[in-house]
């Protein structure tokens, strides 16, 4: 395997800089990480040298040489893509052992090493999408054969657009995607559905939005910031008898939190519906 000196960083190659393999680049290069120890692929030459204009990063359009120069490979491309792309990498990375960081939803370790060749030091993440913006949140899985030095390497690169953190099972990063994966989306939907109520409730539409949108940006602030738990926090703003109480005796009354567990679980069971989907085709 390729090992960098104890005072260099490791060589990250991405397979693919899409949404999100791009959003990990970009962070990792707005943190400082040299720049001759990054590269970027893709079938597009003039993505490509806009990406190498734009980050300073090198760029390839073939796997392979990138696949033989890395310390860690990032496979970024869409889950659809993800057997060709390794089926042809295979040679090069049973060859040079890079550690693989898959970012591709659904994909499970045994599906990739197994287009992969065999056995290789494997971690799969799944980060969610305001990582585009460095707050993201990824849940990590790593196969047994990776060192204690690889899952440190995996930690930075993960924390270059959010927060990281591990699961002892490769099957919790269904509850992952159910909880953060898809999460924002249900936070989003909250966002929506109150702006709709302050509408019907006589305000402009816009002033309905924007009520909403900045509520859930302070409130999301203050949970990220305080160390007060989500039950206290919302204590500390429900007084008796007053208009919050009011709300949120009407949301536990309507069964919000029974329908926020159905709606977890129906996401899990997608998420492995998906991926046993994805590893028959």
């Not at 924007?210 to 602030?221: C, D, E, I, P, R």
Request: aromatic residues 4%.
């Amino acid at each position: 395997m390729n090992q960098p000196n104890e005072s260099t960083q490791p060589k990250v190659a991405f397979i693919g800089a899409g949404n999100m393999g791009g959003a990990i680049l970009r962070g990792l290069v707005k943190q400082g990480y040299p720049l001759q120890t990054l590269m970027a692929t893709g079938r597009n030459e003039a993505k490509l040298q806009a990406l190498a204009q734009e980050t300073g990063v090198q760029v390839t359009t073939n796997n392979q040489q990138a696949a033989a120069w890395a310390d860690i490979l990032v496979l970024g491309v869409k889950p659809q893509a993800m057997q060709k792309v390794c089926v042809a990498l295979a040679t090069t990375v049973q060859q040079h052992q890079p550690l693989l960081l898959s970012i591709a939803a659904g994909l499970t370790s045994e599906c990739l090493l197994g287009w992969l060749g065999g056995e290789l030091p494997l971690v799969r993440s799944m980060p969610n999408t305001p990582s585009l913006l460095g707050v993201g949140v990824a849940g990590l899985y790593a196969t047994a054969s990776v060192s204690p030095q690889q899952h440190a390497w995996v930690e930075q690169i993960s924390q270059a657009v959010g927060q990281a953190y591990w699961v002892e099972e490769e099957q919790q990063l269904d509850a992952v995607t159910a909880i953060s994966g898809s999460g924002p989306a249900y936070y989003f939907l909250f966002t929506e559905a109150l702006a709709v109520a302050g509408e019907k409730l006589g305000l402009s539409p816009e002033l309905a939005l924007q009520l909403a949108k900045s509520t859930a940006a302070g409130a999301g602030k203050m949970l990220a910031e305080l160390a007060d738990s989500p039950a206290e926090l919302r204590r500390k703003v429900t007084s008796p008898g007053g208009t919050t109480e009011q709300a949120i005796q009407t949301f536990v009354n309507k069964g919000l939190p029974e329908l926020v567990e159905a709606a977890t679980q129906a996401a899990a069971k997608r998420a492995v519906e998906l991926a046993t989907a994805l590893k028959s085709s």
